[in-house]
């Protein structure tokens, strides 16, 4: 019965896998955690795929449940709090106008899980403001805003050396 299903189900992820893998290392900045994310999207995609793989566009419903997981997994408790052993420096700017994906990160995880998301569906993802609202279930006006509040919370994190990666479009 699920041989068929099941066999569809392992094409479809072999193919996706790295895409998802990567869209979610973006959104969490750990590969660990990351790999935590795709592993319970992937739960919930193959509790749903009899539906899923009649579906026109299953990889927007895939994008979805990956989407979801990561914000649901940013309100857990244990993700709010943070045990240091000092309080830790101010990080100084860059001294190049290049940004390396570490500083990039390093600031995207500073950011809130929603601004997050948006920016890398916008500019990682490459999705239209339309399918980031979409793929959020938000308005396109929320979009914009988490996109201009993102932007101008990651310049003011780099101060007076913001390049023009940063600049909106």
Do not use: N
């Not at 193919?15 to 290392?25: Q, V």
């Not at 993700?79 to 100084?92: A, D, I, K, M």
């Amino acid at each position: 019965m699920w041989g068929r299903d099941e066999r569809e189900f392992r094409e479809f992820v072999e193919a996706r896998l790295p895409t998802m893998r990567r869209s979610a290392y973006l959104l969490c900045g750990d590969v660990h955690e990351a790999d935590d994310v795709v592993s319970v999207a992937l739960a919930k995609l193959f509790r749903h795929w009899r539906r899923v793989s009649h579906m026109e566009h299953p990889d927007a419903y895939v994008r979805r449940i990956l989407l979801t997981t990561y914000l649901d997994e940013r309100r857990r408790p244990w993700r709010q709090e943070r045990l240091v052993e000092s309080v830790p420096e101010p990080v100084p700017p860059p001294e190049s106008d290049v940004l390396d994906r570490m500083t990039l990160l390093g600031l995207l995880a500073r950011l809130s899980p929603r601004r997050r998301a948006v920016l890398v569906l916008r500019f990682f993802e490459d999705l239209s403001i339309e399918q980031t609202a979409e793929a959020l279930q938000c308005a396109t006006g929320t979009v914009k805003a988490h996109t201009h509040q993102g932007l101008a919370e990651l310049r003011a994190m780099l101060g007076q050396r913001a390049p023009a990666l940063l600049e909106e479009p």
